[in-house]
């Protein structure tokens, strides 16, 4: 397979970004991780080198074909000066769930969870400290052969990529808005829903820059099939609190299955809070919202962490939730999951991974 990682250490460290003015995925770190793979003799030149582009084919399957996926993971700083990882095993089995997917060959987890934290020890004057900050990671896999014909490609690239980051809206933590699309579809049971590849987000982008153009900052997706379910945002699952339960779209195969989300769900059962998986429909959610029983709405993912939702656009109307402020449930588990995250409170579900 890959054969042992090659460390080639940069003599230019770039300067550092002003952490209190990060936003989200502008800054790269002096060093990536690079691996490539070939028919025939697999995953192989496995090397961390120093951070710049790459030479690429214009006949490389990628463009043509949107052969690749990606996966996103974060690193934290701790107050104790500990950088932790958070649950990067079911990142990298996600990795691998969308390789299948997309007929890119699988990667030994074991091999790359080692090459990440090297690293990231090797950048980790990059890893920022302050409340609300911490280093993205951002593992993907390309299709490199040159050929336009449109079967799985006999070479990939398997790269890992840093960024210090803050927060992923421009609304910091206060309440985003977001719009119901009803013309467009972002996936279906039996497509690449559950993958995360390019494509996905591709095909969100219009109803994404019409949302903005309406001020809203994200798009809520339904179901490809009937409409009326509420599936995820696209960056993020999605949560709404109705009276004293907390309710979530259940993966239905079209929906991301959020490491976050998953995460979430664990925490907010050991709050002691009853949170029911099932289909979600957005005349429900509209009721629900009408008769004042629609208390809570946030949003969660690895960049988005959690992020309230204070109004959705549906339809020509608007409802507001929770008076448009963060809700005091969400507020719980944003403090908790990443109080956890930075090493601040004791790891009850073993989540953290010290490097
Ligand atoms: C993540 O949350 O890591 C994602 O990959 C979502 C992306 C839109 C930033």
């Known amino acids: 397979m890959q054969g042992e990682l090659k460390i080639q250490e940069t003599t230019q460290r770039k300067p550092k970004p002003d952490t209190a003015n990060l936003s989200f995925g502008v800054y790269m770190t002096d060093h990536m991780f690079t691996m490539d793979y070939k028919k025939g003799e697999g995953w192989h030149d496995a090397k961390i080198v120093p951070y710049g582009p790459i030479p690429m084919d214009p006949a490389a399957k990628v463009f043509h074909y949107g052969q690749t996926i990606f996966e996103g993971m974060k690193a934290y700083m701790g107050e104790d000066g500990d950088i932790r990882l958070f649950r990067p095993e079911k990142n990298f089995e996600r990795f691998n769930r969308s390789c299948r997917r997309m ?16 690293l990231i020890k090797l950048d980790r004057s990059w890893v920022p400290s ?9 593992p993907f896999a390309i299709a490199t052969e040159n050929h336009l014909g449109a079967n799985p490609s006999l070479s990939y690239k398997m790269m890992i990529i840093l960024s210090p980051v803050g927060a992923y809206y421009a609304e910091g933590l206060n309440p985003v808005r977001i719009h119901v699309e009803t013309r467009d579809v972002r996936a279906v049971a039996g497509g690449v829903g559950e993958a995360k590849t390019a494509g996905n987000y591709a095909a969100s982008m219009q109803a994404q820059e019409n949302a903005y153009g309406a001020g809203y900052s994200q798009v809520l997706w339904l179901d490809g099939v009937h409409r009326k ?28 299955n959020g ?50 939702i204070g109004e959705i656009g549906w339809n020509g109307k608007t409802f507001k939730i929770g008076g448009g402020e963060t809700g005091e449930w969400t507020r719980r588990l944003y403090d908790e999951l990443t109080a956890l995250q930075r090493g601040d409170i004791e790891d009850r579900f073993g989540w953290t991974e010290v490097i």
């Open 259 to 308: 490491i976050t989300r998953d995460s979430s769900i664990q925490m907010l059962r050991d709050f002691g809070f009853e949170v029911e998986e099932r289909p979600v429909t957005i005349d429900e959610l509209s009721a629900f919202a009408e008769d004042g029983t629609l208390l809570e709405a946030f949003g969660t993912g690895t960049a988005a962490v959690v992020s309230p």
């Open 103 to 118: 007929s890119i060959p699988e990667i030994d987890e074991s091999f790359v969870l080692q090459a990440l934290k090297e």
């Open 229 to 256: 379910y509420v599936e995820e945002v696209g960056s993020m699952n999605v949560f709404f609190r109705i009276g004293d339960r907390i309710v979530t779209p259940s993966l239905s195969g079209s929906i991301l």
């Open 130 to 138: 302050a409340p609300g900050t911490s280093l993205y990671i951002r």
